[in-house]
């Protein structure tokens, strides 16, 4: 499976950018979809996530501001983030994951900045 990203940028804070990634190649088992974000220094953390059944979990920092979704057919899926602070500013992943072992598949990430 390969994981291709794209968007993201530099936007003031309060300002809003969104996110998209695509699985190509044997994607007939994915399960979840979802991205991670790794600030400047720190670990790699949960952002969002989708699974096949469409339920969702979001980290707590971002509930309310950012919004998941997928497209099943297009094997695709969108974060928008809106209402940007700086403490989002990292590198965003996407991840898949497939069954039955899920592992998973990582994109190569994409750079998200909130100015202040």
């Known amino acids: 499976v390969q994981v291709v990203e794209s968007g993201g940028g530099l936007v003031q804070a309060g300002g809003s950018l969104s996110l998209s990634c695509a699985a190509s190649?044997?994607?007939?088992?994915?399960?979840?979809m979802g991205w991670y974000r790794q600030p400047p220094g720190k670990q790699r953390e949960l952002v969002a996530d989708i699974n096949s059944g469409g339920t969702i979990t979001y980290a707590d920092s971002v509930k309310g501001r950012f919004t998941i979704s997928r497209d099943n057919a297009k094997n695709t899926v969108y974060l928008q983030m809106n209402s940007l602070k700086p403490e989002d500013t990292a590198v965003y992943y996407c991840t898949v994951v497939t069954s039955p072992c899920r592992h998973p598949y990582w994109g190569q990430g994409t750079q998200v900045t909130a100015s202040t």
């Open positions: 190649g044997s994607t007939g088992n994915i399960n979840a």
